[in-house]
């Protein structure tokens, strides 16, 4: 059975925006051609869907029947970052629309749940970049717990933009995305979309992530407020083992040195992030 890969890169001039939608091969590869835009710096995950979004503030893969995307990849820079923007919560335009969610879907959510609209790709780290209205379509939404989308993911967050800010780091790269492992009941108004039961992430700076200079986190919804995002780092491996559908990460890196990286904890949390 063949797939398309469909891709759609958006590239933001200060005033004009610009759509292009990439003819695909009928065999994609992890070698496809692709936009030059830096989200991943080792290659971004394979084993997700065909709709891979590029645009300057992320890269994205959706996935149609969890109406969230598989993962989001970003690069948070000294440039990149901005506070006070606005949430004003869209649609994604280039989506199929059964392929994602309206801004309605999320009525009475917070109440009934307590979730809130949980960022993937963060507002406060990438609304410098020309295209962060991006960052408020739903594709880069996801009902994520309010005590952990304030408390410990928020602080994660907060150590990403602090490492960026160090003079001897140029960028730091991150992906993301929801699992899906444990039945957490489906928005009010969505009944047919499940919530997400916890979220991993991979944190890498460049060139040191073959050095032992990356964290990877998986957190629950369940984790309190006050937790500590130090005690839930995870090895890479484990990650694409708890992932559905199955991602592969890094497929840039030399698989001898990736296999390796994968199996171990990084540098990067008790080095650079504040863990012990």
């Not at 933001?12 to 065999?27: D, E, M, N, R, Y």
């Not at 009525?107 to 507002?123: E, K, Y």
């Not at 005690?231 to 390796?260: F, G, M």
Request: one cysteine or more; aromatic letters at 8%; proline letters at 9%.
């Amino acid at each position: 059975m063949t797939h398309t890969l469909r891709v759609v890169a958006l590239l933001f001039a200060p005033v004009l925006l610009t759509a292009c939608i990439f003819p695909a091969p009928q065999k994609p590869s992890e070698s496809a051609i692709l936009p030059a835009v830096d989200n991943c710096a080792v290659g971004c995950p394979t084993g997700g869907s065909d709709n891979l979004l590029i645009r300057q503030v992320y890269t994205l893969n959706n996935n149609g029947t969890t109406k969230f995307a598989n993962w989001v990849a970003y690069k948070i820079t000294k440039t990149s970052q901005a506070s006070g923007r606005s949430r004003n919560w869209r649609q994604d335009p280039d989506l199929p629309a059964d392929e994602t969610l309206a801004p309605a879907a999320y009525r009475d959510a917070h109440g009934a749940l307590a979730v809130d609209r949980g960022h993937q790709a963060p507002l406060a780290g990438l609304g410098g970049n020309p295209d962060w209205p991006a960052l408020n379509y739903l594709s880069n939404i996801t009902p994520q717990k309010s005590a952990l989308n304030q408390g410990p993911w928020a602080r994660l967050e907060n150590q990403e933009r602090a490492l960026a800010n160090r003079p001897d780091v140029q960028a730091v790269y991150v992906v993301t995305g929801p699992l899906f492992e444990q039945d957490l009941g489906v928005l009010p108004a969505a009944p047919s979309v499940k919530i997400p039961s916890g979220y991993w992430k991979v944190v890498f700076i460049k060139p040191g992530l073959q050095s032992g200079q990356f964290a990877a986190f998986i957190m629950e919804q369940t984790v309190a407020r006050s937790a500590n995002f130090c005690d839930y780092q995870v090895t890479v491996s484990e990650i694409e083992k708890r992932t559905q559908p199955a991602l592969r990460l890094w497929p840039a890196l030399n698989p001898d040195s990736a296999l390796w990286l994968k199996n171990s904890k990084g540098r990067l949390a008790t080095e650079e992030m504040g863990c012990p």
